[in-house]
């Protein structure tokens, strides 16, 4: 069973910026496709951004142009710079790979408040 551990969250006002990172039990080398996922509280879990062989991103219209994925393959891991947030970003973020494996991590809060 991969295990996922995602860190990097806290509390920042808007217009703030955050950097997510992620780093999975096994090789992300071996994963076609990573994600970040966000849940907002009362809402679904959805894919915000994708990273498709360490290549090429791509977003959610919601986070489109703030958002940036990449992955540092000498630390295993998967990353989401995050900028200009907005409190509708207010959040817990997930990684997983695409589709998702069955587990999932604890997650990283981010709130972005002022």
């Known amino acids: 069973q991969v295990q996922l551990v995602e860190s990097g969250g806290g509390l920042v006002q808007p217009g703030g910026s955050l950097r997510l990172s992620c780093t999975p039990s096994t090789s992300i080398n071996s994963i076609s496709i990573m994600g970040w996922y966000r849940q907002a509280p009362g809402k679904q879990r959805e894919l915000v951004a994708r990273?498709?062989?360490?290549?090429?991103?791509m977003y959610s219209d919601s986070v489109k142009g703030r958002f940036t994925i990449s992955r540092d393959l000498a630390k295993n891991s998967v990353n989401l710079q995050m900028n200009s947030l907005k409190p509708d970003d207010t959040a817990v973020y997930y990684c997983?790979?695409?589709?998702?494996?069955?587990?999932w991590g604890q997650g990283t809060q981010v709130t972005v408040s002022s």
């Open positions: 990273l498709l062989n360490g290549l090429y991103g």
């Open positions: 997983n790979k695409v589709p998702a494996f069955e587990s």
